[in-house]
């Protein structure tokens, strides 16, 4: 059993940054990868990045690739989202969460986790 808990989520002006955290409890978090999702009201939970369980892989959908960073503190039981360039479309709330896979392993689909936080709110706007 794995508990996840975001923070880090808040308002922030275009162009500007935030770093959500993820931390996670339960002895096999470092055996899992985390994925991040955001969504907003009337639209289904989007993939945005996923990291594997090494921390050696990661992944990002094409509207934040080369904006925003995924990584994992393993010492802290917890994996990092770095976005930067925020745009207004990216408000959302953002989800963390995990599922235990082998080594390498990145996946995209909601529906592959097992393990969901409860979200953190990201708003864009001036």
């Known amino acids: 059993q794995v508990q996840l808990v975001e923070s880090g989520g808040g308002l922030v002006q275009p162009g500007g940054s935030l770093r959500l955290s993820c931390t996670g409890s339960g002895d096999t978090f470092s055996q899992h990868a985390i994925g991040w999702f955001r969504q907003v009201p009337g639209r289904e939970r989007e993939f945005v990045a996923g990291?594997?369980?090494?921390?050696?892989?990661?992944s990002y959908a094409a509207f934040v690739e080369g904006r925003f960073t995924a990584s994992r503190e393993y010492a802290k039981s917890t994996v990092y989202l770095q976005m930067d360039s925020l745009k207004p479309d990216d408000t959302a709330v953002y989800y963390c969460?995990?599922?235990?896979?082998?080594?390498?392993?990145?996946?995209?689909?909601?529906?592959?986790?097992?393990?969901w936080g409860q979200g953190t709110q990201v708003t864009v706007s001036s």
């Open positions: 990291i594997s369980r090494g921390g050696t892989k990661s």
């Open positions: 969460a995990a599922a235990p896979v082998l080594p390498g392993k990145i996946l995209v689909k909601a529906e592959e986790y097992q393990y």
